[in-house]
């Protein structure tokens, strides 16, 4: 199988393709960003396409990332796959943000619990706990920078997403801390496409995860009276 993932739902524009049947990535390129995701995607998508020098015909899948993250980046990233998709006739599936954060650890241990925390602003974090073999403890939530301290102190966690430094900012001094911890500000786009293959077939079409309303609020006042 070959899958072609999308990443915009963070600080960075990334895509890749993996080829399941060499077992390992064939092209890809990631690209910090933290504005400008509808520009830069489809240029990178097209040299990552070269690279691997196939063309969109003779991709499998294509794998997003839907959320929770930028309300702007998302949409763009779900925007281009759900495109491509429909112009090659080839299936689109979405993958949450936090999965993709907590995949490679799942992978490596699968025995110890992984919180991934992505900065929701205001003090809050988009958060999600996964325990043994990957299963969810705490689904996708919006919640308090604290409730997501309080869950990285279980013995053995993992640490991970672009929350962590502020959740490791509170920790109190004496509480034993994670035994990892991986600030980084968006998952790597290589396990967005690991993740894009694993899935079942028959997903539905991908869309925004969204997690809490977005800040700007449309203003009555601003509104211009029906005729």
Known sequence: MRVLAID????????????TELGRMIAGESIPLVRGHAEALMPLIAR??????????????????????SFTGMRV????????????????VGLSTLACYAAPYIA???????VAAIDARHEHVY??????GGRTMISPRLAPLREAMKAATAPGV????????????????????????DARRAPA?????????????????????????PDAQ?????RLPRR
């Open 8 to 19: 915009t739902a963070l600080e960075a524009c990334s895509a890749a393709v993996l080829d």
């Open 48 to 69: 990552v396409m070269s690279e691997a020098q196939i063309e969109f015909a003779q991709v499998d899948r294509i794998a997003v990332t839907v959320g929770p993250g």
């Open 77 to 92: 990233g779900i925007a281009a796959a759900r495109g491509l998709a429909l112009a090659s006739g080839r299936p689109a």
């Open 108 to 114: 490596a241990d699968d025995t110890a619990p992984v």
């Open 127 to 132: 958060l999600q706990v996964f325990g043994a």
């Open 158 to 181: 993992r640490l991970v997403g672009s929350a962590a430094e502020q959740i490791m900012a509170l920790w109190s001094e004496g509480t034993p801390e994670p035994t990892a911890v």
């Open 189 to 213: 786009i290589d396990w967005v496409a690991r993740l894009g293959a694993a899935v079942g077939e028959g997903q539905p079409v991908p869309k925004p995860l969204y997690l809490r309303a």
């Open 218 to 222: 449309p203003q009555d006042a601003a």
